[in-house]
C-alpha cells in the first residue's frame, strides 16, 4: 500500500500529557499538511511543510503544537500539555509538486480524545 | 478571504433517486481551484474532483457530474440514481496559489441514502 499512512489512530490521553502523532506521506509527494477536524465540521488547516520547510502555519497552532518533517520525508505533530478542546481527528495529507493542480491524498487520521 | 459555504447540513433520499450538493465559493483571487471530497463512515477523504479556475465546462464520471458556474460562484455536484454507497459526508474545498494550497472547506453535506 503507497497511501498516506498515520499513526496511531486511536490516542486517549489525560489532559495535561504530550501527544506525538506521525504521517508517513506517499513517497514521492513533496508537499505535507495537517489538517484538524472536529465532528460536524470540515477539515481546519494547521501547517504546511516543503520538503523539510515548514512553510505556513494557522493561527489555530498555539505555542503547544510544533510539527516537524525531518529530511522531508515522514512528518511528525506533538502537542504538548494537552487540553480537552484539543480532542479531534488530526488528518494528514500529501501532494506532488504544487498540491493545487495535483489532489491533496489523505491518511486515515489519528483520533484524539483529551479525558 | 476564501470562505467556502455547505448550506445543506443534511440530505436524505431513496434509493435511486438524483440528488444535488450545493457548493458556494468566495474568493477574490482570479486563479483558484475547488474539490471535492467524499468522507464514508471509515472517515478517510476521498478525492473526488477538481476544477481550475478557467475551466468552466462541467464535467460528468459515471453517476456523478458536477457543474461550474463563475457567475454564481457556485461548485455544485449531483449524483444520479443514487445508491446506498453513496452515504457519506461530502466536502466541498478551495484553494488558491498565495494560501500555498491550503485546502479551505466547507462544512460538509452528510447525505444519507435509504434503501
Partial sequence: ?115 | AQKVTQAQTEISVVEKEDVTLDCVYETRDTTYYLFWYKQPPSGELVFLIRRNSFDEQNEISGRYSWNFQKSTSSFNFTITASQVVDSAVYFCALSVPDSNYQLIWGAGTKLIIKP
Avoid at chain 1, 3 to 22: A, D, E, L, M, Y
Avoid at chain 1, 28 to 38: P, V
Wanted: with cysteine; proline share 4%.
Fill in chain 1, 1 to 115: 500500500d503507497t497511501g498516506v499512512s498515520q499513526n496511531p489512530r486511536h490516542k486517549i490521553t489525560k489532559r495535561g500529557q504530550n501527544v506525538t502523532f506521525r504521517c508517513d506521506p506517499i513517497s514521492e509527494h513533496n508537499r505535507l499538511y495537517w489538517y484538524r477536524q472536529t465532528l460536524g465540521q470540515g477539515p481546519e488547516f494547521l501547517t504546511y511543510f516543503q520538503n523539510e520547510a515548514q512553510l505556513e502555519k494557522s493561527r489555530l497552532l498555539s505555542d503547544r503544537f510544533s510539527a516537524e518533517r525531518p529530511k522531508g520525508s515522514f512528518s511528525t505533530l506533538e502537542i504538548q500539555r494537552t487540553e480537552q478542546g484539543d480532542s479531534a481527528m488530526y488528518l494528514c495529507a500529501s501532494s506532488d509538486g504544487q498540491g493545487a493542480i495535483n489532489e491533496q491524498f489523505f491518511g486515515p487520521g489519528t483520533r484524539l480524545t483529551v479525558l
